[in-house]
């Protein structure tokens, strides 16, 4: 199995920065893919950026430009880094892990942190 613990979150005003970070321990070396999640209330969860184990990346269009993700293979740790925060990036983080299984990698089994809560407020 395989257990993440976020850091990094944090209250910070508009335009601001904040790094989250993600620590994967237990199962790491079989993670396939990284990424956040943000959940913000009465909105559903909704992917913010990922990155695979080859370092292809993707980000959400509401995002891109303002966030990168990163990952160091040797401290199994992956980022978030966050830049020109606005109100509308409030919302719980999730760092999530994905890990394909079986014969044909056929499964797909995703593993979620604890969350950190992202506000954007002056």
């Known amino acids: 199995q395989v257990q993440l613990v976020e850091s990094g979150g944090g209250l910070v005003q508009p335009g601001g920065s904040l790094r989250l970070s993600c620590a994967a321990s237990?199962?790491?070396?079989?993670?396939?893919?990284m990424g956040w999640y943000r959940q913000a209330p009465g909105k559903q969860r909704e992917l913010v950026a990922a990155?695979?184990?080859?370092?292809?990346?993707e980000y959400a269009d509401s995002v891109k430009g303002r966030v990168t993700i990163s990952r160091d293979n040797a401290k199994n740790t992956v980022y978030l880094q966050m830049n020109s925060l606005k109100p509308e990036d409030t919302a719980v983080y999730y760092c999530?892990?994905?890990?394909?299984?079986?014969?044909?990698?056929?499964?797909?089994?995703?593993?979620w942190g604890q969350g950190t809560q992202v506000t954007v407020s002056s």
């Open positions: 999530n892990a994905k890990i394909m299984s079986g014969r044909w990698k056929q499964y797909t089994y995703d593993y």
């Open positions: 237990g199962s790491s070396a079989s993670i396939n893919a």
């Open positions: 990155i695979t184990t080859d370092g292809s990346t």
